[in-house]
Structures are given as structure tokens and as C-alpha cells.
T-cell receptor, first 112, second 113 residues
Framework: KQEVTQIPAALSVPEGENLVLNCSFT??????LQWFRQDPGKGLTSLLL?????REQTSGRLNASLDKSSGRSTLYIAASQPGDSATYLC???????????FGKGTTLSVSS | DGGITQSPKYLFRKEGQNVTLSCEQN?????MYWYRQDPGQGLRLIYY???????QKGDIAEGYSVSREKKESFPLTVTSAQKNPTAFYLC????????????FGPGTRLLVL
């Protein structure tokens, strides 16, 4: 059964720092991997989607990488800002599947 | 203005009561999903539907029921058989043909009185 793990569970950094969030999955037979952002008490916002054939995706200050063979993905946030404070969730779609399998998330706090 | 709406934002359930959470989308998406989120946890799949009048159980379907009579609507009923219903419920939809990301609604928080 596919399991998704995110490390660390929580992270606090000062404004301006570059940071990396980690996601690992146990079964490399995935269709795609996505990173979401969730603000407290709110729904999820999609940040980046990486298809299984891709190695990375970039959007603004965000860069997500995917290494299927090792079962790992990273989300790199450059020049962090207080507005980046949120919970970041990693999720995979297994090959032949449709629903997402989520990690428990990393809660990021960026202080000014 | 396209999107997914969920109502109500907060819902209170009494012991033994069935309650229904609404989810509507005007994105013309084929697939719709219900997830449950507990504090400090990721989302877990309750039910999903890829076409009208058809739906499948997810990992934690016990104590829940759904219907998909219209493409735009996918209501979730939390039955009295669900003994621990307190959670944040999120609905999502997706355009199947293009394997796009899932779009999420704002969520409904269910509390037990």
C-alpha cells in the first residue's frame, strides 16, 4: 500500500531564508506528484504538479523535484516570506488510480 | 465565476443524527471526491465518483454515504453509524480527460454536540 511521508512535521525560519521540504513515497509506480498549500481552516491550493515522466516543475519562487526511483520529492522555497506561512501537503496519484494519497504535511512558519 | 462550493461552513451533529454536507462545482469536471482531514493528519479518501450515477468507496467509507445524480453535485451524508465524525471535510473535483490537478472547495467543519 502506498504511503507518503513528509519531513519535517514543522519548520520555523526567519524571513529571507531558502528552505526545502521533503516528501517520500513507498511505491514508485506513481502517475504524478503534487504539492499543495493549506492555510488554517481553509481548503487546499495546488502549487505544483509533476508528471511521472518529469524531473521538476517551477513556479515563481517554488521549485519541486521528483526522483521516482528513490521515491522522493522536494519542494524548494526561495527567499521565504511571512506570507509563505502555511501547511504544505505532498500527494501522489498511483498509476491506474484517480484519487490522491496524502502525506501529513509540513507546517511552515516564516518570521519577519 | 468558476469553482467548488461547500456548505455549510460549520455543521453540528447530535447523537444518532444523519447530516448531509453539500458540494457543488461549476467547472464541468467529471470526477468528484470527498476527503476527511483530522488535526495534524493528511487527507483520507472517503468516496469518489468519476461519472454521474456511479461512485466508489475510498479508504474510510464506513459510516458515510454519497450520491451523484447530477454532474455538478456530490453530497456526502454522515450517518449515525460514523462514531467519530468530528473532522474537516473537503470536497474536490477534477477533469479526468486531461489528468489535471484536483481543485478543492473551502471545506466543512463538522462538530458533534
Amino acid at each position: 500500500k502506498q504511503e507518503v511521508t513528509q519531513i519535517p512535521a514543522a519548520l520555523s525560519v526567519p524571513e529571507g531564508e531558502n528552505l526545502v521540504l521533503n516528501c517520500s513515497f513507498t511505491d514508485s509506480a506513481i502517475y504524478n506528484l503534487q504539492w499543495f498549500r493549506q492555510d488554517p481552516g481553509k481548503g487546499l491550493t495546488s502549487l505544483l504538479l509533476i508528471q511521472s515522466s518529469q524531473r521538476e516543475q517551477t513556479s515563481g519562487r517554488l521549485n519541486a523535484s521528483l526522483d521516482k526511483s528513490s521515491g522522493r520529492s522536494t519542494l524548494y522555497i526561495a527567499a521565504s516570506q511571512p506570507g509563505d506561512s502555511a501547511t504544505y501537503l505532498c500527494a501522489v496519484t498511483i498509476a491506474g488510480g484517480t484519487a490522491l494519497i496524502f502525506g501529513k504535511g509540513t507546517t511552515l512558519s516564516v518570521s519577519s | 465565476d468558476g469553482g467548488i462550493t461547500q456548505s455549510p461552513k460549520y455543521l453540528f451533529r447530535k447523537e444518532g443524527q444523519n447530516v448531509t454536507l453539500s458540494c457543488e462545482q461549476n467547472l464541468n469536471h467529471d470526477a468528484m471526491y470527498w476527503y476527511r482531514q483530522d488535526p495534524g493528519q493528511g487527507l483520507r479518501l472517503i468516496y469518489y465518483s468519476q461519472i454521474v450515477n456511479d461512485f466508489q468507496k475510498g479508504d474510510i467509507a464506513e459510516g458515510y454515504s454519497v450520491s451523484r445524480e447530477k454532474k455538478e453535485s456530490f453530497p456526502l451524508t454522515v450517518t449515525s453509524a460514523q462514531k467519530n465524525p468530528t473532522a474537516f471535510y473537503l470536497c474536490a473535483s477534477r477533469l479526468v480527460a486531461h489528468q489535471e490537478t484536483q481543485y478543492f472547495g473551502p471545506g466543512t467543519r463538522l462538530l458533534v454536540l
